[in-house]
């Protein structure tokens, strides 16, 4: 051991340089390791904590039993099944029960009956509102008599206020219970898993919540119950949310027969979904953080690598004395490997608690904290064991340059003297191969679309895939090395033609030795660093168009009950901060003979350039072109003019042939093609009424109208109405109608100056009485196409292309349509197959054809500038609006604690990178320095100064180090573009849609290049700064070797 201490005093530096290179790479690896771990638990807590209701309950329902002792027999067996709680983890049992066939008998305000006009309500009992839900007004319900708190949106619908009583008709009995009003509430938190227990308010109005005992009392006959078992989930790991999702599971198969709820027992959760969707999650994760450590492992066992061979070099003289006096190669092998235990055992053991210190200081970076990634790390046995194998890894790669086979003294001295100028990885094609391999693994990711590979519960990393993009930086690297020699060739024919000597010899020295080693750490730290800062810098850039894409404008606004209420669109025309609002349809599609799955969005064509954000690549390069194409296309039938500010609309309408009252609607257009109804009134049989009513602001033409009643089969309703006028103004109406039904049936309308007048058969069953509904509307000869704009999936499932014809169910009803150009996404969308609809031609082609008409589902915002905000809170508090805002979803996108902390390791390994490099280039300029100091005292000693000298230095290092980053930069440009694309995925396995587009970080790629040149020129500098003392020394030990 003393002579390894003897030989490791005299080449302390490299050693010292060898240790820091090691202590960094094992703190690094360390580290990342510790940290993926810590982001993946922050990722699945955070995914745990954002998951819907559905995703973190269990729901159970069945019959309540009949009587009062049998809810109770059945809530006991349900809360004692579930008491030792699933998986571990303790659970909350809320109960609820809902009774059958109870109908509103009052007023009830405006709420639209079914298609017998019965409404229905909903009366329920909610164990635990009180917690969930707040109160406007009123007190919540006591047991005396029949007293109800009433949701808030519905008590405004029936136009119920606190202190009312609403009669309750049971349609099986016909028993009428006057419910009293004493309480209206409103949701605490929409998101609650809780509200799983209030009923769907699609055909029923309500809840009318009463206590347990009045429900069991008054309510209980055909009643049907529901216990909603909520566990806690919160800072749940992955593992326990699997235990959990398991005993969900055995709790759907066992729970219906071992309660007594039998048959009508169902059971409903997706914790199982939630537990699958966060393993993937985890999975992508993980893969996510493989790049930046193995392209940490490949630098720093470079780095290392480049030292032990200057170490091997610095002592090649020593090593063949050695062996020319007998040392065998293993007993060479046994000094190198106890020298290299010098090196890496200081590493293994600082590392751990370094790395701990780093990963806990990086817990308070803004862009972590933002994320919610809350990091802990520990010294654990994980720890210590990556820094084993760590350190481990940079012994080895300090033991491989002593490990080969050595020659005589004499060559080495020749090895010395005329050193090989290509690497060994060159002379045995390594180099190509490892291209080769990259273009593989490039191939593949492009077949499989990301790092993974296999499916559901087979669903893994791919070894190769996640190797691809350090491959690649590898690979290209060291074929980039085979450059070097044509290179400094030019180099020096271009210098010999100048008298520059301080650059010729540097061309030349720079030209006679092969320099592979500097060259290509520089090479590969640059093409690290750029391939991370690109990778971030794309996964950034995704999640941004992701946002974009699935708004699809600066906000979205949806009808949480699919259909807008009356006085939506007066509203919208006033929102502030707006600077355009389109109304917008939404369907689900059923497309060509396989029945593909697709979505339909319409909207005005000729006002989305300034409104919907679609990529230019997405639209075939020109967006504008795209809506130009449908908007020229747009064929609308005939409508009547408003005059503009005009507020009043009014005239007489009279109605006979039926039973039953009949009523008319005007139907209404605004500029963008949405249609709103607005009553005219009543009229009883053979009845006449005038109507003076107010036209709804943001409508500027009148479509037509429409007709509704009660008739028997085979009458005929006769409709007429004249006189009408907006603000005074007699209105012009065109020169030929029609009435049209949903069946497509046509009746003749006689249009004249006094007005339209209307015979309507009605068909059917004699003997049946139904509703009567049908539009007066301006004649078309034909429905013109409506025109659309298809992505390939939805094309190619109807076997279209640009301008084919076909007719599809659109807008509740069948329609022609055109195709006019073709997107590889739409905004918007959630399915691959989307269909774009101009809606002005839609919503005329369905109301003049079939009578349809319908209210916008969603409504698509351009904000003014700077007013994005603004427009966010307003529509916040218009009641049944989901605000969808393209910035704040980019935020929890880019928020995401697994896009973050992926972005964090890139980071990590870009700067693991710079301080690879800067011990490597700091160690080979010291050594190139110490290598030449013998030829450049011979050049000194025949007359060139020593300025000159150090200037050639300068000038051999600037070529060299220029070369490698550029050939760095370009590098890892080529593999972030053909890589970075294939590599980012969402949280659940798949490609972003749309495709990520490479983004390059210029400044950081820029300045990390800057700096490791300007590091290599500041360090070549500083050893020409005594190079005239040093001159002088070597001057004096001329020829001691001969």
Do not use: K
């Amino acid at each position: 051991m003393r002579l390894v201490v003897r030989r490791a005093r005299a080449a302390r530096s490299l050693l010292v340089a060898a240790v820091a290179a090691t202590l960094i790479a094992t703190a690094l690896l360390t580290g990342l390791a510790g940290y993926s771990r810590e982001v993946v638990d922050a990722g699945a807590r955070g995914a745990v904590s954002a998951a819907d209701g559905d995703q973190r309950s269990v729901l159970i329902r069945g019959a309540a039993g009949g009587t009062a002792a049998g809810l109770d027999q059945r809530d006991r067996a349900v809360r004692d099944r579930l008491a030792g709680g699933l998986g571990g983890r303790e659970t909350t049992v809320s109960g609820a029960g809902y009774a059958a066939g109870r109908e509103l008998t009052g007023e009830t305000g405006t709420a639209q009956p079914d298609d017998d006009g019965t409404v229905y309500a909903s009366v329920v009992f909610l164990d635990g509102l009180a917690e969930h839900a707040d109160l406007v007004a009123g007190a919540w319900p006591g047991p005396d008599g029949v007293q109800a708190a009433l949701a808030e949106d519905a008590a405004a619908t029936l136009g119920v206020t606190v202190g009312d009583t609403v009669p309750i008709l049971d349609r099986v009995t016909t028993r009428v219970t006057d419910v009293t009003v004493t309480g209206v509430w409103e949701r605490r938190d929409p998101d609650d898993a809780y509200w799983r227990l209030a009923p769907e308010q699609s055909s029923t109005y309500g809840p009318f919540v009463v206590p347990r005992e009045v429900f069991t009392r008054e309510f209980l006959a055909n009643a049907s119950a529901a216990w909603l078992v909520e566990p806690d989930l919160d800072g749940v790991a992955l593992d326990a949310l699997h235990r959990v999702a398991r005993d969900a599971a055995a709790v759907s198969e066992g729970l219906p027969e071992a309660t007594g709820l039998s048959s009508s027992g169902l059971v409903t959760s997706d914790i199982g979904a939630l537990a699958d969707r966060l393993a993937t999650a985890d999975l992508v994760g993980r893969s996510a953080l493989v790049t930046p450590m193995l392209l940490v492992v490949v630098l720093s066992g470079y780095a290392l690598l480049l030292v032990a061979g200057l170490l091997t070099e610095q002592r090649r003289d020593e090593t063949a004395l050695l062996r020319a006096r007998g040392a065998a190669r293993n007993q060479l092998a046994g000094l190198a490997a106890r020298e290299a235990l010098l090196v890496v055992l200081p590493a293994a053991i600082v590392a751990p608690p370094l790395a701990t210190w780093l990963v806990g200081a990086a817990g308070d970076l803004p862009l972590l904290r933002e994320a919610a990634i809350d990091l802990h790390p520990a010294m654990d046995a994980p720890a210590w064991i990556v820094a084993g194998l760590a350190a481990l890894g940079c012994a080895l790669a300090m033991l491989a340059p002593a490990l080969r086979r050595g020659g005589t003294y004499a060559g080495e001295l020749a090895a010395r003297a005329r050193p090989a100028r290509r690497t060994v990885f060159q002379r045995a094609g390594l180099d190509l191969l490892l291209v080769a391999l990259a273009v593989l693994g490039w191939v593949q990711l492009r077949q499989y679309s990301s790092p993974l590979a296999g499916t559901g519960a087979g669903l893994g990393i791919d070894p190769l895939l996640a190797a691809t993009p350090t491959i690649g930086v590898l690979g290209g690297a060291v074929v980039a090395l085979r450059l070097l020699p044509p290179v400094t060739r030019l180099a020096e024919r271009l210098v010999d033609r100048r008298q520059w000597i301080s650059a010729t010899f540097g061309a030349w020295q720079a030209g006679r030795r092969p320099h592979a080693g500097p060259v290509l750490l520089l090479t590969l730290a640059v093409a690290v660093s750029t391939v991370a800062w690109c990778l971030a810098g794309t996964s950034t850039r995704s999640g941004t168009d992701r946002a974009d894409h699935q708004t699809g404008a600066d906000l979205r606004l949806v009808e949480q009950d699919g259909v807008a209420p009356a006085g939506r669109l007066p509203a919208m025309t006033v929102l502030p901060g707006a600077a355009t609002v389109l109304p917008a349809w939404r369907d689900s599609l059923r497309l060509g003979p396989e029945n593909a799955p697709g979505d339909m969005i319409a909207l005005d064509a000729a006002a989305a350039p300034g409104v919907v954000r679609i990529r230019d690549d997405l639209a075939g390069g020109d967006p504008e072109r795209l809506f130009a194409g449908l908007a020229d296309a747009r064929r609308t039938a005939p409508v009547v003019p408003l005059p503009a500010d005009a507020t009043r609309l009014t005239g007489t309408f009279t109605a006979d042939g039926t039973q039953s009252p009949i009523r008319t609607t005007a139907i209404y257009a605004d500029a963008h093609g949405a249609l709103l109804r607005a009553p005219l009134g009543e009229v009883p049989p053979g009845g006449t009424a005038r109507f003076d009513v107010e036209i709804p602001a943001g409508v500027d033409r009148l479509a037509g109208f429409t007709v509704d009643s009660v008739a028997g089969a085979g009458s005929s309703l006769a409709w007429s109405l004249g006189g009408l006028a907006a603000d005074g103004a007699p209105l012009a109406l065109p020169g030929e109608w029609q009435g049209t039904d949903r069946a497509g049936r046509r009746t003749d309308v006689r249009a004249g100056p006094d007005g339209l007048r209307a015979a309507y058969a009605i068909g059917g069953e004699s003997w049946r009485i139904s509703s009567v509904s049908f539009a007066v509307v301006p004649r078309v000869a034909q429905s013109p196409a409506v025109p659309v704009v298809g992505t390939p999936q939805a094309l190619s499932a109807l076997r279209l292309d640009v301008g084919g014809t076909t007719r599809l169910a659109l807008g509740g009803a069948t329609v022609d349509v055109v195709v006019t150009g073709r997107a590889d996404a739409l905004p918007g969308a959630t399915q691959p197959a989307a269909l774009l609809v101009d809606l002005p031609s839609l919503s005329s082609a369905v109301f003049t054809t079939w009578g349809v008409t319908r209210t916008p589902q969603e409504w698509w915002v351009a904000a003014r500038p700077g007013a994005r905000a603004e427009v966010a809170d307003a529509a916040a508090t218009l009641r049944g609006l989901t605000v969808l805002d393209r910035v704040a979803l980019g935020g929890e996108t880019e928020s995401d604690p697994y896009g973050v902390g992926a972005r964090a390791a890139l980071f990590a390994a870009a700067i693991g990178a710079v301080l690879l490099a800067a011990v490597g280039v700091a160690v080979d300029v010291r050594a190139t320095g110490r290598r030449r100091l013998t030829e450049m005292a011979v050049l000194h000693t025949l007359g060139v100064g020593a300025r000159q000298l150090a200037r050639s230095l300068l000038i051999e290092q600037a070529f060299l180090a220029g070369l490698g980053v550029l050939v760095g930069l370009g590098v890892g440009i080529a593999v972030a573009a053909t890589m970075a694309p294939l590599v980012v995925l969402t949280p659940s396995a798949e490609r972003p849609v749309p495709e990520p587009l490479l983004r390059v970080d210029w400044p950081a790629v820029g300045v990390t290049g800057a700096l490791l040149l300007g590091l290599a020129l500041a360090l070549s500098a500083l050893s020409g700064v005594n190079l005239r003392r040093r001159l002088a020394v070597a001057q004096l030990r001329i020829g001691e070797d001969r």
